[in-house]
């Protein structure tokens, strides 16, 4: 049965849609909004005719800017980010990769200086045979994205 799931409507704020199943829970980190104070709905493996299933988050009067939805682009790469001003969809940003990103992922080589001193971690990123990589800036290795792990919430 094609039943769809609908999560309530916003007046302003952004929507995130189709992200990968479970990474909606890391955009709430990476976009801090655990720590402030925007209504946020989340919704986890909804049916999705496109991906099977699905995330969505919906941030209220909070507006994403082009330099965050890049980041997001590293967790969900086809995500569709709507920008929602008085119920109609006023933007949409299609979720590109960033160049770098900083801070949030953690360097999977154990010899790295990452590991050994409280530095910041940036890779760059690199899209090789329509994969995701990235390239640590500190001891140069490349990873595919999926066996890198983030920083925990
Ligand atoms: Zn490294």
Known sequence: MGKTVSVAAIKDGTVIDHIPPGQALKLIYLLQLSEQRFKVTLGLHLSSSSMGHKDILKIEDRFLTEKEAHDVAVFAPNATINIIKNYTVSSKIQAKLPETVKKILICPNLRCITKQEKIETLFTV????????????????????????????
């Open 126 to 153: 690199e899209e090789f045979k329509q994969k995701v990589h990235l390239r640590c800036f500190f001891c140069e290795k490349i990873f595919e994205r999926d066996a890198i792990k983030e920083y925990n919430v």
